[in-house]
């Protein structure tokens, strides 16, 4: 798990660095249309704008966006409401958090997984923008990259909190899978709901209120194992002391 934790921690280093070039490159290709526009005025030889200036910097920004919300998220900078955290007692507290965090988790790897698809459709379609015929997979492919960051910072912060909080390992790999499996039936972008509908043809909204009953189960298994975490760890402690 150190190991794991580690290498999580230095990719959320290097998203800093890309992020920061990111930035760092859309600002001076926007200083540098800004420059243009104002020379085409006096200088007639100088274009009236740099042709890619607004594609890229869409581009830039998007992956600005996506490796520094991983990095955000490593150095604890994103903004947090803690109204509930606040009235509720404190094993309820660690298990909202761990629950935020695997949610977190689940929703991102679902992104990842749609935007690779999305990705590698373009690279084998073969297509590219309308106005700098750039080939639309590589800016795609960095987004997805940033993408999978923030995914893993998620991941490596609720194994964080559950290894601060003294959490047996076991008993949180089951409430991970509850909790992921709670996310992929919870509307609007549980991934098992777009499946069902897929197969089915029938409503979103239908598919949702039908799999209700199986989220409340789930919930109440959640409940169970943060009020009597023995439900979990007994049989394990029981065959291997």
């Avoid at 903004?79 to 909202?96: D, E, G, M, S, T």
Wanted: net charge neutral; charged share 10%.
């Amino acid at each position: 798990m150190r190991i794991l934790l580690d290498g999580i921690d230095r990719l959320g280093r290097l998203d800093g660095w890309i992020g920061g070039g990111c930035l760092l490159t859309l600002t001076l290709l926007m200083l540098c249309e800004v420059a243009t526009r104002f020379l085409s005025n006096f200088l007639s030889f100088f274009p009236p704008t740099i042709s890619i200036a607004w594609e890229y910097s869409s581009y830039l920004m998007a992956a600005s966006f996506t490796f520094g919300a991983a990095m955000t998220l490593r150095v604890g900078g994103h903004i947090r409401v803690v109204l509930l955290l606040k009235n509720v007692p404190p094993p309820f507290q660690r298990a909202i958090e761990i629950l935020s965090a695997a949610a977190g988790f689940a929703f991102m790897a679902f992104l990842t997984s749609s935007m690779a698809k999305f990705a590698w459709s373009a690279f084998v379609r073969g297509q590219v923008s309308t106005s700098s015929d750039t080939p639309l997979w590589f800016p795609q492919a960095v987004v997805t990259f940033g993408m999978l960051l923030l995914t893993l910072q998620f991941l490596a912060r609720a194994i964080q909190i559950v290894k601060g909080a003294g959490f047996d390992e076991i008993w949180f790999g089951i409430f991970l899978v509850l909790a992921v499996e709670m996310a992929q039936i919870t509307p609007p972008v549980g991934f098992n709901l777009f499946v069902i509908q897929g197969l089915t043809d029938d409503g979103l909204g239908y598919i949702a209120r039908v799999t209700m009953p199986y989220l409340i189960i789930m919930v109440g298994f959640v409940l169970l194992l943060t009020l009597w975490p023995g439900i979990v760890t007994i049989l394990p402690r029981v065959l291997y002391g």
